[in-house]
């Protein structure tokens, strides 16, 4: 219950995260936008019609552009690790947990075939009592 707790919370907040970005990312020009408006300004450049300002504003919401794609894949990079980094963990738990429920199994299989071989239980090794009379 307390793992389970545990990685709600750990989601609850990379779900914050997320939105946080998102809404800062929304502030912004989508990239589709920011593209469109600098086709256009490459087209007039060709005419001989646009400014060198308007040519220095259009890189710099590039470079905006660019550290905001950047920013956010860093992002989605590294929760993707840390999921992976639970994941991992949870599994090695997992694996330990079964490793000691093959632990005990085998301690009991081990103590049930210990028993059922013991000489009182076999008979096997025991001779019938005939067969030491006639020797």
């Given amino acids: 219950l307390a793992k389970t707790l545990s990685r709600y919370e750990i989601q609850n907040a990379d779900d914050h995260t997320t939105l946080d970005l998102a809404e800062k990312t929304q502030d912004h020009i989508s990239n589709k936008e920011l593209l469109e408006i600098i086709q256009c300004k490459l087209e007039e450049v060709k005419s001989d019609n646009v400014s060198v300002e308007s040519l220095i504003s259009i890189e710099e919401q590039l470079k905006k552009a660019l550290s905001v794609t950047r920013a956010r894949k860093t992002e989605l990079i590294m929760e993707h690790v840390k999921t992976l980094q639970d994941k991992e963990k949870l599994l090695e738990e997992e694996n330990q947990v079964l490793a000691r ?17 013991s000489p009182e239980n076999s008979f096997g090794s025991k001779q019938p009592e005939t067969l030491r009379l006639l020797k």
């Fill in 101 to 117: 429920q093959m632990r005990e199994m085998k301690k009991v299989l081990g103590t049930e075939d210990e028993r059922a071989m």
